[in-house]
């Protein structure tokens, strides 16, 4: 590590405090994102994004099978849920359950061993 005179510490402070109000500049013009709070949609909405029909999207909220929420009679749900609710649906290749098998495999061997 460096060493440096009480000058030296003056002048890296002064760059360093530069640059940290050169990145609060940066910060403060971006956009603020919509919070997840505002994200809520109605039940059309959702059909297009999950690219169901009404009544399959009834029915499968009925089944508890989509997140939602419900006020009265009406169904609210949240966006960013639904697209999470959309990825928890992938299925996973041919190399990635082999892959685990063999992770699996291996740590039956270890146990094994003990």
């Known amino acids: 590590m460096k060493t440096y005179s009480f000058e030296e510490v003056l002048n890296v402070l002064g760059n360093i405090e530069l640059r940290l109000q050169n990145i609060e500049t940066c910060l403060?013009?971006?956009?603020?994102?919509?919070?997840?709070?505002?994200?809520?949609?109605?039940?059309?909405?959702?059909?297009?994004?999950l690219k169901l029909s009404l009544p399959t999207l009834y029915s499968k909220v009925s089944l508890r099978e989509i997140p939602c929420f419900k006020k009265g009679n009406r169904l609210h749900f949240s966006k960013s849920e639904l697209l999470a609710w959309i990825s928890e649906g992938r299925k996973k290749s041919v190399a990635e359950i082999n892959q685990k098998a063999l992770e699996i495999v291996k740590n039956f061997e270890k146990r094994k061993r003990c």
Request: hydrophobic letters at 35%; charged letters at 25%; a negative charge.
């Open 28 to 49: 403060l013009t971006l956009p603020i994102p919509e919070s997840s709070q505002n994200d809520f949609i109605g039940a059309k909405e959702a059909c297009e994004i």
